[in-house]
């Protein structure tokens, strides 16, 4: 028994002792750190503000831009289905940006019904081009111009820029 004893006071096995806790620590902190890289709670609570702080901008403004990039190209194709598809993009856009502000609603129409001229200035014009969304998705004889396609998209792009989106 005193064999023991000694053998677990002695300073080199103490010496180990510490090495493997440190090594073990290490190891748990490493995880740590990994996991939380790995899991979007610290990207949303930590990441995203410092970026808005730093960049003076809205989190995810270049992804809401490359992806208006996308809708405006299709409108150089002359194809009607693709002006209609860029309606529908531009508004699915929209509705993707007022939820990420927090806005909660199951359709867009419930989500508009929640603004105001205060926060959206010109919500008047977003209704009516939200309803020619709808028009276009429930009516599949609903004829859409170019021209009318370049004034809805023109809407939506006012709408992103009074949200500070670009």
Known sequence: MNNIFSIITSATFLFYLKIAFIIIGALFLLGIIFLLLKNSWLKRRFF??????FIYRPFGVKKTFKQWSKVLKRLDTGKEADYKLAVIEADGLLNDVLKKM???GETMAKILEQLDATILPNIEQV???????????????????????REVLGIYEKTFRD???F
């Open 163 to 165: 949200l500070e989106m």
């Open 102 to 104: 927090g806005y909660k």
């Open 127 to 149: 209704w009516k081009v939200h309803k020619i969304r709808n028009n276009v998705v429930h009516d599949p004889d609903y004829e859409l111009r170019l021209e009318q396609a």
């Open 48 to 53: 995203e503000d410092w970026t808005e702080f």
